[in-house]
């Protein structure tokens, strides 16, 4: 085999392996930002839960009912600040029970790095938890918009909020946690 074949099979392996690294690590994705700005459901000085709020059935509630009718306004369940754990990670993340009856998690001034394959779930774990933990146990909510600012994401009608401990930004592509942040009602 001559030199010049090897050289250049040589090259033709280097340049598909240089490919498929880029494609998989999206090293770019470290050093590039994508923002949201939605509105929040509960203001960001008032997301920490009220303690103790009294719940009412209201005047159209039947005597024998327990259900109580829901909150005229968005009620925020529980909140708690991100902690980072594979990338550097700020911001505060709410359960919020919308006055439809409905769940939403909101990020509040969310500031972590961007990722190839990065996702929102609800973690039946506790946010202390190790890393690892958080890779199963969970409901999804979808992937996660954006790097920075703020971001609500809607919470199946049938997800059993009993169990959720905290929520996570995890990476599907490595089964990395980038940050948690507790959400465990008062």
């Known amino acids: 085999m001559s030199r010049r074949v090897v050289v250049s099979a040589v090259a033709v392996v ?35 839960p009220a303690a103790g709020a009294p719940t009412t059935t209201g005047p159209t509630a039947s005597a ?49 790095s961007d990722g190839p394959d990065l996702y929102v779930y609800l ?10 933990a958080f890779g199963s146990g969970f409901t999804s909510l979808g992937k996660l918009k954006a790097n920075q600012g703020n971001q609500v994401y809607e919470i199946p009608a049938a997800t059993d909020l009993d169990g959720v401990r905290s929520v996570v930004i995890w990476c599907q592509r490595f089964s990395a946690g980038f940050a948690v942040a507790p959400l465990e009602q008062a």
């Open 123 to 132: 973690s039946d774990k506790p946010s202390d938890s190790a890393e690892k």
């Open 14 to 48: 280097l340049v598909v392996g240089v490919g498929v690294g880029l494609a998989l690590f999206q090293p770019w994705r470290l050093i590039t930002t994508r923002t949201a700005d939605e509105a929040l459901l509960v203001p960001p000085s008032t997301s920490a």
């Open 64 to 112: 024998t009912s327990s259900t109580p009718e829901p909150p005229k306004q968005p009620v925020a369940l529980a909140s708690g600040p991100f902690r980072s754990l594979e990338h550097a990670t700020t911001g505060s993340a709410t359960l919020v029970r919308r006055a439809d009856g409905g769940h939403v998690v909101q990020f509040e001034a969310l500031d972590t």
